[in-house]
């Protein structure tokens, strides 16, 4: 139970909701209670006056006397129904406080998870999977809600009720009182049992579902390939045997689920029938009146539900302190890269490979291994190599994804680590291989890393990576909406649309990771000559897979397994005769016999 001890930062926060939460839960037990005694004050009355009623047969003052006791009773009556009205207020006030606090409290939790995950590192992101961030911000943060609203409703409706009604039955007959009660710990137990059960199977049924969407999402996202290799109808039967598991499961919770109220009534009838038993007999022993055995039945049917909710609390909070572990693990990692300094100022854009070694946290895979390189300030330089070469590698640790494992890269002369983290990344303008464009208009998307750029800008940054037309010819234009990930665009368009996102930031360093692959040699023209004055006076680093003559590189380095094999310039390597003169003749025969 010690995970949920950082829930206590949260009851503090709304302290108040919870004390008045308290007070009205504890009010509106009292009128409830007030009730039964107002029952049995109405039936001894009742019981007492018959005989009397009787004796005046023939009398005048019989039929007073039925005026009298009807008036009395209607009075009784009106108490009740006022006494219910008052009780109904103030549980409404209850649940207006803890149930609102436990919606604040969810809501705070899951704003401060989600700002955390956002802190981790791209390691942590790597190490877990999507769904699993998912679940913990979503389903186990509502696990936890359940604890902090009902379960501590429940709580304190539990102890307030269980203190006034035992009170008032102890007031009645203590021997009464123990035989009424005695059923009652049966039905919290069992009922612990049976919600323990319908808890688990609920767990399954929830991750049978949650694989049962992930199937589906899969065969829509990758709708294309199943039908081209014509497997829809295995697809429907993976399916539908996911579809009948779901089923099962579901028929073993019913089974459970069935239990739940014949039990608690089973138990509840049994201590009903003590009472009338016990209590008849103290009756005729005349140590208790007719009117305290129906006080008792409705006592102990108002006992009915909170004894029934000890077991369904428990289980409860077990499940929110499982849950609650799930996010403390989360909360408690810290991120690995941090900002040592606050710094706003420019950069100039000196780039120092210094035997740079990196090897991936979590697969030991040395993708770097004493790689040193040096750009001055305004200088560009292509880097070439095979897949998995390291190319990518280079610019995630440029723009600190990851620290570098041995070495040091610097920029103007300072080790990249002692930088302000938010400024460098302000400043380099990086367009990953896996171009990501989010679910909202191109407009938005192009302005990701300058909320307020004015729309002339979007569209300029949008002619300079040749994109403008495209977007343009678009349903309504820059204010078309992409779709989840980009998924109405072509692949060339969105390498585009993030070429623009990283321009509009007017960045002092650019790293282009193969962000031309899937652009048509008189479009790749078009934005290199765009480069050409653009990146003028910023030092560029772009990776790629092909030669670009148009484009001047003052060095290019070729990869090899985490080495540099090559390096120089156009002419340089075109003499050493290596990979990249082999890359070049490729290129070049290609191009002729195209
Ligand atoms: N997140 C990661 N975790 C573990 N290993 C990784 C990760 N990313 C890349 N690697 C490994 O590091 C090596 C270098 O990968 P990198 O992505 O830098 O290559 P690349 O030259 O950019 O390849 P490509 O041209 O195919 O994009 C590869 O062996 C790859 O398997």
Request: aromatic content about 10%.
């Given at each position: 139970m010690k995970q949920l001890a950082v829930l206590n930062k949260y009851f503090l926060r709304y302290r108040w909701h919870l004390l008045l939460g308290t007070l009205f839960v504890t009010l509106s037990n009292y009128f409830r209670v007030l009730q039964p005694q107002l029952i049995r004050e109405a039936l001894d009355l009742v019981v007492e006056n018959i005989g009397l009623y009787h004796l005046l047969n023939?009398?005048?003052l019989q039929a007073e006397l039925y005026s009298l006791l009807g008036k009395t009773l209607l009075l009784f009556g009106g108490l009740v129904l006022l006494f219910a009205l008052i009780m109904g207020l103030f549980m409404y006030f209850m649940r207006q406080t803890i149930i609102v606090m436990s919606r604040l409290i969810e809501y705070d939790m899951r704003k401060e998870l989600f700002a955390h995950y956002e802190k981790l590192n791209l390691a942590f992101y790597k190490r877990n999977n999507t769904g699993d961030l998912m679940a913990r911000i979503s389903e186990d943060v509502s696990k936890v809600r359940m604890y902090l609203g009902p379960a501590v409703l429940y709580g304190i409706n539990l102890a307030s009720l269980f203190v006034l009604v035992i009170y008032s039955m102890l007031r009645v007959s203590v021997e009464l009182t123990l035989y009424s009660l005695a059923p009652l710990p049966l039905l919290s137990i069992s009922i612990y049992y049976v919600s323990n059960l319908i808890n688990k199977r609920s767990e399954r049924i929830q991750r049978q579902l949650a694989s049962l969407n992930s199937t589906a999402q899969e065969v829509y996202s990758g709708i294309r390939v199943v039908k081209s290799y014509v497997q829809e109808a295995p697809m429907v039967r993976h399916f539908a045997d996911q579809c009948e598991d779901y089923k099962t499961k579901s028929l073993e919770l019913v089974k459970v689920d069935s239990f739940f109220f014949p039990i608690m009534l089973l138990l509840i009838g049994a201590s009903t029938v003590i009472t009338v038993y016990v209590g008849g007999l103290q009756v005729v022993k005349g140590t208790i009146t007719a009117g305290n055995i129906a006080e008792f039945v409705i006592y102990v049917n108002m006992l009915t539900w909170p004894v029934t909710a000890i077991g369904w609390i428990a289980s409860i909070i077990q499940q929110a302190a499982a849950s609650q572990k799930r996010i403390n693990e989360f909360l408690d990692t810290q991120p690995e890269i941090t900002s040592p300094a606050e710094d706003e100022s420019p950069i100039e854009g000196q780039v120092v490979f210094d035997d740079v070694t990196f090897v991936?946290?979590?697969?030991?895979?040395?993708?770097?291994?004493k790689v040193s390189f040096e750009l001055a300030a305004g200088q560009k330089m292509a880097i070439v190599g095979r897949t998995g070469s390291g190319k990518t590698t280079i610019a995630d640790l440029l723009v600190r994804m990851y620290d570098v494992s041995e070495g040091e890269i610097r920029i103007d002369g300072r080790n990249?680590?002692?930088?302000d983290l938010d400024n460098l990344r302000r400043r380099v303008g990086y367009v990953p291989q896996d171009v990501f464009l989010f679910s909202d208009t191109v407009a938005n998307n192009i302005a990701f890393?300058?909320?307020?750029?004015p729309q002339e800008e979007i569209e300029k940054f949008a002619r300079h990576a040749a994109v403008y037309k495209d977007i343009k010819e678009?349903?309504?234009?820059?204010?078309t909406r992409v779709g989840e990930r980009g998924i109405t665009l072509s692949g060339g368009q969105k390498q585009r649309v993030s070429i623009a996102r990283a321009l509009i930031k007017h960045p002092d360093i650019i790293i282009l990771d193969d962000c031309l692959s899937a652009v048509d040699t008189t479009t790749e023209k078009e934005i290199l000559g765009y480069f050409n004055e653009a990146l003028a006076d910023k030092t560029a680093i772009i990776i790629t897979h092909r030669i670009y003559s148009h484009l001047q590189f003052d060095k290019i380095i070729v990869l090899d397994d985490g080495r540099i094999t090559e390096v120089g310039t156009h002419e340089e390597l075109l003499e050493l005769r290596g990979y990249y003169y082999d890359m070049y003749e490729r290129q070049t025969f290609e191009e002729a016999s195209s």
């Open positions: 023939g009398f005048e991936y946290p979590d697969t030991g895979i040395r993708a770097l291994k990249i680590e002692s930088l890393g300058r909320r307020d750029a678009l349903s309504e234009g820059f204010q």
